[in-house]
């Protein structure tokens, strides 16, 4: 709490640092509001997307150039602006603070923070609009970037500097994904940025106390705008959110966002656009959603050596309905993307969870950003889990089968229980590679479906206590050389001894 | 304000006239008196805007009742009878005022002062903003004692706040920021 002679001497400092002297301002009218939206008479000389002032200290965003006024975007409650207003220019585009002092906390997409633990002490700021790294500034993604999630890293891996797309129905564990990548990212010099857009606050609330919790806090930003808030609010948000990725990527280091949901902001954009009489299109949206949502998504990048080598790895989340991906948005941000990872109902209820369906989910740089040990178990499991999936099918209709079907179908049920993995618990890719190499090479094949989860948590603490070396030097060198192979197999015939 | 495109179009118009004929003071003067005379009496400008009235019969009590008027000013309010557009009237002369301005080279400048300014005061003022803004202006000027003090200045869109109430306003948005 601060008390009165504090407050009296921050009102003395301030009044002291008061400069005097004419103030000097291009001014317009306001001659309609609502819904968020102006329109303001006059301001000849205004720029497209540049910051205006309202009275009440609102800002707003210059969206239209008419001939006579200009249409703008309200950043706030419009609910004390009324006609005849008198709106400033500042000169300003809309930017927001960057820089460490954000790391840690909870901002709107206006960069003021509202996790009440006061102001962020930066200087620097960075506009939310930038033009996208250019070719020759780029590289091809081929660091991974482990999300400790055995189905994606094994079977979808993910390079530092990609776009991957998120994809499902509603619940179906999609922002759990995102959760688990960021809580993975611990200690592996990654800052994570979290663009919540249009959800509850309590979500929001629970999400940070959940990244609190595991330690996950201090390097991550939550970008927030609530459901209740305007749809001009919501449209900056993975902007805003993507500027502050954007100083630490040309800091030279690795940023991973994630824009959830992107629906939700298309949705916005699409109320901000109508409400401005922009012509509607496809259902409704107007013309340039695709643009708005390839050019937030073109400034994830692997930055090259000369420019730092840093990156940014996008993770937009789209929600669909009854799992219809053919739908606008969806297709849009499939056909931006650099793949996507689809998540269905069907699997999560029969709880595969994460409910991944592998068949169908890909990624398009990935593998070349695996390391080699992965790369070696997971090529095979591949391949196996495609069989099974041709298999299994086809095995719903035929009543009895050959011992050799009858192997196969029952290593790809081992195979798919081994991708199972509980929310909140990401596992080092070493630990990953030592689970999935027993299962495709069988050593699986004689446990029980149903106590496979538990066989892989007990095999990797068993591993870790007798054969620690075995971890360490996948984890060392990445590989998995013969010797070290063989030190595997003989744990696993260890430890299935006693299981 | 929505029909001020409208009103611009005719406006133009109007003023190319002007200048062809070369009588664009004469046709100022003529569009004021017009404007003037339908805000001084209330029951010729309901006349003069009423649909009802037939279209012919407000011509010709027009065309007689301004027959002294410039024929490019009078045409304009017949045809403007003609169209149905009487509502424009007023605005069209606002836009008219505004294309005669900017061919003059010359800006609006309204000074709003908190008590009256002496002519010396004025002409200071004046003079100072025109070799800073090189342009000649057509001042207008009021008197707003809520302004406290100072002077406020409006060209255009561009506002010049040295008033005392427009220091008070920026003082409180200083403290009540954060």
């Known amino acids: 709490m601060i008390n009165a002679d504090e407050i009296a001497g921050i009102i003395k400092q301030r009044i002291a640092s008061y400069q005097t002297g004419t103030n000097e301002a291009e001014v317009g009218t306001v001659i309609q509001v609502g819904d968020n939206i102006a329109r303001i008479y006059g301001l000849d000389n205004a720029q497209s997307s540049e910051l205006v002032e309202f009275p009440n200290g609102l800002n707003g965003i210059v969206l239209n150039l008419e001939e006579d006024s200009v249409g703008v975007a309200i950043m706030g409650p419009d609910t004390d602006i009324k006609e005849g207003d008198k709106v400033r220019r500042t000169g300003r585009i809309a930017s927001v603070p960057v820089g460490d002092a954000v790391l840690g906390r909870v901002v709107n997409p206006l960069g003021q923070p509202i996790d009440g633990k006061g102001d962020i002490a930066t200087t620097r700021f960075r506009t939310i609009e930038n033009t996208a790294p250019t070719v020759v500034e780029r590289q091809s993604v081929k660091q991974p970037l482990q999300t400790g999630i055995r189905a994606i890293d094994a079977l979808i891996p993910i390079g530092r500097g990609q776009r991957e797309l998120i994809i499902g129905d509603r619940g179906t564990g999609k922002t759990a994904i995102a959760i688990d990548a960021i809580i993975n990212q611990k200690g592996k010099n990654v800052i994570c940025i979290y663009v919540a857009i249009g959800q509850k606050n309590s979500t929001v609330a629970s999400l940070q106390q959940t990244l609190e919790k595991h330690g996950a806090m201090d390097y991550t930003t939550i970008v927030a705008v609530s459901a209740a808030e305007p749809a001009s609010l919501k449209w900056i948000a993975p902007f805003a959110g993507c500027a502050m990725a954007e100083y630490f990527m040309y800091e030279g280091k690795d940023v991973l966002i994630i824009y959830d949901d992107l629906t939700r902001h298309a949705q916005a954009y699409r109320e901000v656009s109508l409400l401005l009489r922009r012509p509607p299109g496809r259902e409704a949206f107007p013309g340039d959603i695709f643009f708005l949502h390839s050019r937030l998504l073109e400034r994830a990048a692997k930055l090259s050596d000369e420019k730092g080598g840093g990156s940014i790895t996008a993770l937009p989340i789209i929600e669909t309905q009854a799992g219809d991906v053919s739908a606008y948005i969806p297709t849009n941000v499939i056909s931006i993307t650099d793949g996507q990872i689809y998540l269905r109902n069907e699997l999560f209820f029969q709880g595969i969870r994460p409910a991944v369906d592998v068949g169908i989910s890909v990624s398009r740089v990935g593998s070349s950003a695996q390391i080699k040990a992965m790369k070696a178990v997971a090529g095979r499991l591949k391949l196996d889990l495609a069989q099974y999936r041709e298999l299994a099918a086809f095995a719903k209709l035929a009543s009895d089968l050959d011992k050799a079907t009858q192997q196969q179908l029952n290593r790809g049920d081992k195979m798919t229980q081994v991708l199972v993995q509980p929310q909140l618990h990401p596992q080092p890719v070493e630990d990953q590679v030592a689970v999935i190499f027993a299962a495709t090479r069988g050593y699986l094949d004689t446990i029980p479906t149903a106590r496979v989860s538990e066989w892989s948590e007990r095999f990797v603490q068993f591993l870790h206590e007798k054969y620690s070396d075995v971890p360490e030097s996948i984890a060392k060198s990445g590989a998995l050389p013969e010797d070290v192979e063989k030190k595997l197999i003989a744990a696993i015939d260890d430890f299935n001894k006693a299981f | ?178």
């Open chain 2, 1 to 178: 304000m929505p029909n001020e495109t409208l009103a611009r179009r005719y406006a133009t118009a109007v003023f190319q006239l002007a200048q062809e004929a070369g009588k664009v003071k004469d046709v100022q003067h003529d569009l004021h008196t017009f404007s003037e005379a339908l805000g001084a009496d209330e029951d010729v400008r309901k006349f003069f805007r009423s649909p009802v009235v037939d279209r012919k019969e407000k011509e010709s009590v027009f065309a007689q009742a301004f027959a002294k008027l410039d024929p490019v000013a009078l045409h304009l309010f017949l045809l403007l009878i003609r169209k149905r557009r009487e509502n424009l009237a007023e605005e069209i002369v606002v836009q008219y005022d505004v294309l005669e301005r900017e061919a003059r080279g010359a800006q609006e400048l309204r000074i709003t002062s908190a008590r009256e300014l002496t002519k010396a005061e004025l002409d200071t003022i004046v003079q100072r903003l025109a070799s800073a803004f090189r342009s000649a202006f057509d001042v207008s000027q009021s008197v707003d004692p809520k302004l406290i003090g100072g002077v406020r200045i409006t060209i255009g869109d561009r506002l010049i706040d040295g008033t005392i109430a427009g220091r008070l306003d920026d003082i409180a948005r200083l403290l009540s920021t954060n």
